[in-house]
């Protein structure tokens, strides 16, 4: 491809100094001209009927404005795939958390005391927690229009099953189960709306600002132009910042008013009333014949929905087929359920149900591995998937590191030397012993979810001194979107990087369409779309140049800010002199570049989901070391080694940051993180009891890329944001049973499963 001037370069993100200098807005610090402030009254059981909602007295106390209840709102349905929600509840509460009422005030204060003098009368009815008992005959009905409380389910056959099992020298099989945990974002949720002319206008922290703003407008009955929505800068999303009803409510409650009014959430709410990820049980058994290779694959899959659905369906489908992907398996059977539960709505988390799906998978290819006596690398080695391949699921994978991937990870974390040794590091405690683990992963750039248009559109403004602004309808959360957009900008027009700025908040209003961040599709897919913007200004300046240069314009080429002929550098002009010129031709109109990328990939047949879903797919491995005590059952990861193929790596710095990040999620979600129930109630709904990672207990780390060319990717990146969260639980897993012998089934692992795994195989030990 050779050597490029802005692709590959550890450039800082372009809002950094903002963010460092506490120039750039958050949601609360959003203030307008005589702005409200509104506190949300949330059900204090699980399942009920609402039989009245008295607010006479809240209305009275001095300085409310109103109080509003679910009779007060349009009562209609809302929800990506199963239209379930309503903007206040209507008719009964589904979880404990649930928005019953709201008080709106000239302050918080008020507000809160507000909600005191609300009165509610409930019937309780009997609820249901666990989604393996809720589809039993005779469970509640969560609601009434979802049979057995199935939200959603799947069916799934590949190859020939039956024979795949008759050809399996080996059968690995277990019940797996992963706990919902919270994305942990350090900016909880707060919107401001307003309401004026026939139009609300919202603004909040989203990922996906275009469909929040579609949310939003199904749940007031409003078509989408009467709906404007401005994305603040981002505290931290990971899946959890879109959506939420909260946007909905809080432009619901602006319409009521006529006035600004500020919705926040308290940490207590972000646990309580946010959408964690999906808690599941996953049985599955694996078969592998005598060489080595999988033969044959079943899981039924139960998901935890929770109360709502918005894209749980989606997550499930992830969670039972994605990590299929990451071998050249051919015999699969998979079932998988969604079931309400009278539990928090569940939603989106970096990883999108993968990380549930390939634990259980990865852990199974190890005790495989073990009982034919074959090392764990080899079997993944033998069973990689490679480029060129088609998959079980029909995904084309045009590049493909995973092999590499596996390779050098192993290398580095010292494979063949600590897998023949599990003795304590310093030699004198014996109830410490070490052991390695690996485990592989495979992930979309972008995944097709809609048959409808899935692409991004971008425009690239040339202004008069020959710099750039470039406006996407793409949200940065803070991973830096948009300086790697800034990057293929810079190096598709021959430009500095210096020389572009970007618009940094979505604004439905004035931004092109984008769908959001999600799936990794934003370097694939919103980076193709800034190329071919840039390319579109590009050619236009370079038609104008041709004039000055007397040369046509396949003669030219722009490099270091200057338009010169191939061949010839002498006969040259500086862009800027060249912008000015062109605005001039123009009658002061500025050039203004258009690029729109819908992506060549397939929505998967409706029936049988089958189809190339994704343009590229990034593929990781991830090698762990940990020390295990056999007497507290206490996991110390001690070295992990995450080795990436993102394709043509755009910016080192800003991907390794997002390989560390993820990583550190990962490590969380093995060891630690767990939304904890009581009755289906929140009981640890704060950072310090929730426990998230904290530096102390994270690993020593080295982050490795292997790049392969993407041919579908913007200069031949892929995307690399969520990946490494996907195998880190089971990484660790593998090396807990490497150390002890133990399988762990869990997700998070608790020191109580593997002291009672060590106690069990004592047992079991002969005598002397």
Known sequence: MGEMASIGRGVPNVDSFDKVLGRARYGTDIALPGMLHAKVLRSPLPHARILSVDTSRA?????????????????????ELNPDETILAVGKVRFVGEEVAVAVAIDEETALEALELIKV????????????????????????????????????????????????????????????????????????????????????PSQSPFRDQGY???????????????QTFVGGGFGGKHGQRLPVLGGFIATRVEKPVRLSFSRDEEFIAGRPSIGCSIYM??????????????????????????????????????????????NIHNEAL??????????????????????????????????????????????????????????????????????????RIGWGKKRTSKAPRDGTNNHIVSGVGLAGLIHVCGRRQMPTFYGSQAMVRVNMDGAITLITGEADL??????????IAAEEMGLPFEDVMVQTQVDTDTSPQGLGTFSDRLTSIGGNAVKLAAADAKRQLLDFASEMLEATADDLEIRAGMVMVKGSPARAVPVKELAGYAS???????????????????????????????????????????????????????????????????????????????????????LLEEIAYKNGKVI????????????????????????????????????????????????????????????????PFRPTELLSGIRGAAKKRPSV
Not at 172 to 192: D, I, K, N
Not at 620 to 635: C, F, H, R
Request: aromatic content about 8%; hydrophobic content about 40%.
């Open 59 to 79: 209305r009275g106390l001095p300085g409310v404005k109103t109080v509003l209840s679910g009779a007060d709102t349009p009562g209609l349905k809302f929800g």
């Open 121 to 204: 009368d409930y019937e309780p009815l009997v609820a249901v927690f666990d989604p393996e008992k809720a589809i039993k005959p005779g469970a509640p009905l969560i609601h009434e229009d979802f049979p057995n409380n199935i939200a959603y389910q799947y069916h799934i056959d590949r190859g020939d099953i039956g024979q795949g099992w008759k050809e399996a020298a080996v059968v690995a099989e277990g019940r797996f189960t992963a706990a919902a945990s919270h994305q942990g974002y350090l900016e909880p949720q707060c919107c401001v709306a307003s309401y004026e002319q026939g139009r609300v206008t919202v603004w909040y």
């Open 216 to 230: 939003i407008a199904d749940g007031l009955g409003f078509p989408r132009h009467r709906v404007r929505f401005i």
């Open 285 to 330: 058994r694996l078969g592998l014949n005598r060489e080595g290779v999988i033969v044959a694959k079943e899981a039924k899959v139960f998901g935890d929905n929770g109360a709502y659905t918005i894209f749980s369906p989606r997550i499930l489908d992830t969670m039972t087929r994605r990590p299929d992907n990451l071998y050249r398996q051919r």
């Open 338 to 411: 969604l079931v309400y539960t009278n539990k928090t709505p569940t939603g989106a988390y970096r990883g999108f149900g993968n990380p549930q799906g390939t634990f259980p998978l990865e852990s199974l290819v190890d005790e495989a591995a073990h009982k034919l006596k074959m090392d764990p690398l080899t079997v993944r080695l033998k069973n990689a998937t490679r480029a060129g391949d088609v998959t079980a699921h029909g995904w084309r994978p045009k590049s493909a590191g995973l092999v590499e991937c596996l390779e050098l990870a192993a290398e």
């Open 478 to 487: 803070g991973q830096g979107s948009n300086t790697i957009f800034a990057q």
């Open 584 to 670: 001039k031709r123009r009658g002061g109109a500025l050039i203004l570049g258009v690029g729109v990328y819908d992506p060549p990939s397939e929505f998967p047949d409706p029936k049988t989901l089958y189809g190339n879903i994704s343009t590229s797919y990034a593929m990781g491995a991830q090698a762990v070391e940990v020390e295990v005590n056999t007497e507290t059952g206490e996991i110390k990861v001690l070295n992990l080694v995450s080795v990436h193929d993102a394709g043509k790596v755009i910016n080192p710095l800003l991907a390794s940051g997002q390989i560390e990040g993820a990583v550190a999620q990962g490590v969380g979600a093995a």
């Open 684 to 747: 640890n709904p704060s950072l310090l009891c929730y426990g998230e990672t904290r530096i102390g207990s994270m690993p020593s780390m080295e982050v490795h890329f292997v790049e392969t060319v993407e041919p579908m990717g913007p200069f031949g990146a892929k995307g690399l944001a969520e990946p490494a969260i996907v195998p880190t639980a089971a990484a660790v897993a593998n090396a807990v049973r490497h150390a002890t012998g133990i399988r762990l089934h869990r997700v």
